[in-house]
C-alpha cells in the first residue's frame, strides 16, 4: 500500500498549490474513512463529489478499491 500512499500524498501536495481548499486534508485523506469524526466524513464526502475534476479525489478512490 506504500505506493498508494506515495501516489497520494505527490497529487495532493501537487493539488494544493493550485486548490487552496484542500488545504488540512492530508490526514483526513490518510485515515480509514470509517474512523473519521462526521466532520471530517463530510469533508472527504465533498472532496469525492468532485471525483470528476480532483486528481486528489481519484487518488483517494484508487487507495480505496485496492
Known amino acids: 500500500m506504500t ?5 497520494r500524498e505527490g497529487v495532493l501536495r501537487g493539488e494544493q498549490k493550485i486548490e487552496p481548499s484542500l488545504k488540512g486534508l492530508r490526514w483526513t485523506l490518510l485515515k480509514d ?6 466532520a471530517q466524513r463530510a469533508e472527504l464526502d465533498a472532496l469525492i463529489a468532485n471525483v470528476t475534476t480532483k486528481r486528489t479525489a481519484r487518488a ?3 487507495r480505496e478499491q485496492a
Open 3 to 7: 505506493g498508494y500512499t506515495d501516489l
Open 60 to 62: 483517494w478512490l484508487y
Open 33 to 38: 474513512r470509517d474512523g473519521l469524526p462526521a
